[in-house]
C-alpha cells in the first residue's frame, strides 16, 4: 500500500530563524509536509532586501535575530510591505513579548516548540488572509522561491 501524498499548499514563505534546529523544523514542516515554497534565511537585513525586491505570501520570524530583533523586522516590513502577513514565534516567556508583538501588528504569535499541525494551520490562515488584503503584482515582484 502506497502512502498518501501530503496536501500541496501553494505560497511562498520568507523564514528568518538564526536557530539551526529551529530553522530546519520551520523549513520541514512548511515545505516538505504542507508543501509550501520555503526561502530561509538567518540575517534579518538580508530579509528586509529580500521582502524589497520580492513577493511574499507570508515571513515567518524568531523574536530574538541577530543584527535587530523580530520585533525591529517587523516594524521594517510593515513599512516595505504593509499587507505581508508576519507570523512572530520565540522560545521566551510568551506574555511580555506576546504583547508588545500583537501592539506592533504582528498577525500571529506562537510560543516554540510549536507543533507541526499548529504551525502549518496558522501559515495556511495567514496566507490565506493575506492573499485578500494585498495589491496586485503590477511590478511582476511574484518572483521564484530559492
Given at each position: 500500500?502506497?502512502?498518501?501524498a501530503a496536501?500541496?499548499?501553494t505560497?511562498r514563505?520568507?523564514?528568518?530563524?538564526?536557530d539551526?534546529a529551529a530553522?530546519?523544523f520551520?523549513?520541514?514542516?512548511l515545505g516538505?509536509?504542507a508543501?509550501?515554497?520555503?526561502?530561509?534565511?538567518?540575517?534579518p537585513?538580508?530579509?528586509?532586501?529580500?521582502?524589497?525586491?520580492?513577493?511574499?505570501?507570508?515571513?515567518?520570524?524568531?523574536?530574538?535575530?541577530?543584527?535587530?530583533?523580530g520585533l525591529?523586522?517587523?516594524?521594517?516590513v510593515r513599512?516595505i510591505a504593509?499587507?505581508?502577513?508576519?507570523?512572530?514565534?520565540?522560545a521566551?516567556?510568551l506574555?511580555?513579548?506576546?504583547?508588545?508583538?500583537?501592539r506592533?501588528?504582528?498577525?500571529?504569535?506562537?510560543?516554540?516548540?510549536?507543533?507541526?499541525?499548529?504551525l502549518?494551520?496558522?501559515?495556511?490562515?495567514?496566507?490565506?488572509?493575506?492573499r485578500?488584503?494585498?495589491?496586485?503584482?503590477?511590478a511582476g515582484l511574484s518572483?521564484?522561491?530559492?
Amino acid at each position: 500500500m502506497q502512502a498518501a501524498a501530503a496536501p500541496q499548499a501553494t505560497g511562498r514563505i520568507l523564514v528568518v530563524e538564526d536557530d539551526p534546529a529551529a530553522a530546519r523544523f520551520a523549513s520541514y514542516v512548511l515545505g516538505e509536509r504542507a508543501g509550501f515554497a520555503i526561502t530561509q534565511l538567518t540575517d534579518p537585513v538580508v530579509a528586509i532586501e529580500r521582502v524589497e525586491c520580492e513577493r511574499w505570501d507570508l515571513l515567518l520570524a524568531d523574536l530574538d535575530l541577530p543584527h535587530m530583533s523580530g520585533l525591529d523586522l517587523l516594524a521594517s516590513v510593515r513599512r516595505i510591505a504593509p499587507p505581508l502577513p508576519f507570523l512572530l514565534t520565540t522560545a521566551t516567556a510568551l506574555e511580555p513579548a506576546a504583547i508588545r508583538s500583537l501592539r506592533r501588528r504582528a498577525d500571529a504569535f506562537l510560543q516554540k516548540p510549536i507543533p507541526a499541525q499548529r504551525l502549518i494551520a496558522v501559515a495556511a490562515a495567514l496566507i490565506t488572509s493575506g492573499r485578500g488584503r494585498r495589491p496586485a503584482d503590477p511590478a511582476g515582484l511574484s518572483g521564484s522561491a530559492s
